[in-house]
């Protein structure tokens, strides 16, 4: 920690602890994100601050016994400081696309109040949104629906179409969580016919219905995992020309090599055979080969069925 | 150590945010006990470095003199409407979801910032509680590294300099930083070309450098940024018309409009007319092998054809029947 992080700190702290007085030192120190040992190091600082003039009387005045003993803080004399400092830029813009971030996930009057927050902000602070987050959330009505559901323990059926198998399916699932990881909006959902807690995109959900049943408890939804989902065994080894390169941009790699000659060896997951025959379909002949041997027959497979449907519908070309 | 300079640092504010009038050197150095042991010399530096750092954390130092006709030594103040939030009043509902704003942010760097801000409500008395949004959970984080400079430089607005698809040297003036998809992408003027740009911070390779000084630019206004970032994005305006297998595909079967086939289809089949990129448009329907077949254009159906041989070219040599395939 930084003396200008300590000092930043302090100065909100001095206004805090005046809005709310007899407030606890758990509950100050999560709301400044620091430990208790260190809410009360503040407070040992801030006991020796004040109107500069060094008669006892001009120093900020703290209960130390009731802070250390009863976990309970008392400050005084400290009217100079009854406001918090301006919010820096950096501040600003940071906050302002974690409001998106909520408008973009929610619908209704939540949404109203994040869009009109976001405003008051910008007035009071000067700023606007330096950054655009635009996410994936799919249908309002979707996510609304889901919502109630979660709300209400209510049992729903979805309309998914699943990308991996490229095909529409019926899950029916308890809806634990609405969760956005890095733009893209999921719902975590136990899912009936897996007994498992199964991952679904909102923008990949068609449409949502309640069903009679309740939903059960199943326990909290577990987080999503940063970056890639990777939670496969099968992997497969695939070298591209170097035109192909920005694969590696979209699709989640777990290694990738530069070779000397401008190809690039790139090292993918597989949890879905069906999602490498996709990515191989698309790719081409912009793929050299892949490892191990035999993992493109599939592909190959549906390249010549493909061929032959469309021949027999135009005639061979 | 870093106790007592705080506790200086907050002295000096408490007594430049007191004062009305300039406080002179000499009375600052009279009144904070910190300073009063110190040498001539090591109070001028300890005051210089103690008032820049005061500045760097936006706290507006002003200089001047009391006496606008006499030359005395400066003082300095710190003018209170400049130093304190100004007034603001937030809803309930408001208030619940700047607390769950507080959460989105993962990364340290920018979380760290979205905190300090929360504490500087909850200090001019807002009291976020977002417990009663516990079914949503927004976590956002950029993996690149370039995106703390690139922030950073935008927000000052500095123009920087860095390596792009291995290689090429850009200076750009950065604009706005955009997240979608999972990805990030910064909107800059590239100063080299002369022309506005898009770059894919996952494509920008080693450190960004800032160099010149801060309001270095003006970014246009955002309706003509949105303008900018529209034009750059991928468009889909290439009518294709395809026989889609029911419920597969359902990317392109969604973005379609059903059509009556101009010829007959295999038995559960139905022809869409869909808006596809025309870049993308023939690996986009590769990818869905059988599932799809093109109806029109006839120069579209040809280069899928011509691209899916390639896919045997590549893995279709070593057997001619497609049996093994569909053992999987």
């Known amino acids: 920690m930084t003396s200008q992080e300590q000092v930043a700190r302090l100065l909100a702290m001095v206004p805090y602890l005046r809005a709310n007085p007899g407030v606890g030192v758990a509950t100050a120190a999560e709301a400044f994100g620091i430990t208790r040992k260190q809410l009360v190091a503040d407070l040992n600082v801030l006991w020796m601050c004040g109107l500069p003039g060094g008669l006892p009387d001009d120093l900020i005045e703290i209960d130390m016994d009731a802070a250390t003993g009863e976990g309970i803080i008392h400050l005084s004399n400290a009217d100079y400081l009854s406001r918090p400092m301006r919010f820096t830029a950096d501040e600003a813009v940071s906050l302002l696309v974690a409001l998106q971030a909520v408008a973009e996930m929610t619908t209704g009057p939540s949404r109203a109040a994040a869009r009109s927050a976001a405003e008051k902000l910008s007035q009071v602070t000067g700023q606007q949104d330096l950054i655009w987050l635009s996410v994936s959330t799919g249908d309002d009505r979707v996510r609304e629906t889901l919502a109630a559901a979660i709300a209400g323990h209510q049992r729903v059926r979805l309309t998914y179409d699943g990308a991996a198998r490229g095909r529409t399916t019926y899950p029916e699932v308890d809806p634990a969580e609405i969760q956005m990881r890095d733009s893209i909006a999921y719902l975590q959902a136990w899912s009936l016919e897996r007994q498992d807690w199964r991952t679904y995109r909102l923008d990949r959900i068609v449409d949502v219905v309640l069903l009679e049943q309740r939903g059960e408890d199943h326990g909290a939804a577990p987080e999503l995992p940063d970056g890639w989902f990777d939670n496969s065994d099968g992997e497969v080894t695939v070298d591209l020309v170097a035109e192909a390169s920005w694969v590696v941009d979209y699709y989640p790699a777990r290694g990738v090599v530069r070779n000397p000659d401008g190809s690039t060896s790139v090292r993918f997951a597989v949890a879905e055979p069906a999602w490498l025959d996709a990515l191989l379909l698309r790719l081409g002949d912009q793929v050299l080969t892949v490892t191990p041997t035999g993992a493109g027959e599939a592909a190959a497979a549906a390249a010549r069925e493909t061929i032959e449907r469309t021949e027999i519908l135009f005639g061979a070309s | ?328």
Request: glycine share 6%.
């Open chain 2, 1 to 328: 150590m870093a106790a007592r300079k705080t506790e200086r640092l907050v002295n000096l504010t408490i007594l430049l945010l007191s004062s009305r009038r300039y406080v002179p050197r000499a009375k600052i150095r009279e009144t904070v006990e910190a300073y009063r042991d110190l040498s001539d010399e090591n109070f001028n530096r300890t005051f210089e470095r103690d008032k820049d750092d005061l500045r760097a954390m936006g706290i507006p130092v002003e200089t001047g003199s009391n006496e606008r006709f006499f030359d005395d030594e400066p003082g300095y103040r710190i003018v209170r409407t400049d130093f304190e939030l100004p007034p603001c009043e937030f809803t309930g509902e408001e208030a619940m979801v700047l607390g769950l704003a507080a959460t989105v942010w993962q990364q340290a760097s920018v979380a760290d910032q979205t905190r300090q801000a929360l504490a500087k409500l909850r200090a001019a008395g807002v009291d976020p509680d977002p417990s009663r949004l516990r079914a949503l959970a927004p976590r956002l984080s950029v993996r690149e590294a370039a995106f703390d400079p690139l922030r950073e430089a935008m927000i000052e607005r500095q123009t920087v300099r860095f390596t792009y698809k291995g290689g090429q040297q850009r200076t750009v003036q950065p604009w706005r930083l955009v997240l979608r998809n999972s990805n990030s992408y910064l909107l800059a003027f590239d100063c080299d070309r002369q022309a506005p740009r898009i770059f894919k911070l996952s494509r920008i390779a080693g450190a960004v450098s800032r160099f010149g000084p801060p309001d270095s630019f003006v970014p246009p206004d955002n309706e003509a940024l949105g303008d900018y970032a529209e034009q750059l994005s991928i468009k889909s305006d290439f009518d294709v018309v395809l026989a889609i297998r029911s419920e597969r595909a359902p990317a392109l079967r969604r973005r379609g409009e059903l059509e009556h086939s101009p010829i007959e289809l295999p038995s559960g089949f139905e022809a869409y007319r869909v808006r596809l990129n025309q870049n993308n448009a023939v690996a986009e329907i590769a990818s869905y092998g059988p599932d799809v077949i093109v109806l029109e254009p006839a120069e579209l159906r040809a280069a899928v054809l011509a691209h899916l041989r390639g896919v045997l070219a590549v893995h279709g040599e070593a057997r001619e029947l497609s049996e093994t395939g569909e053992q999987r």
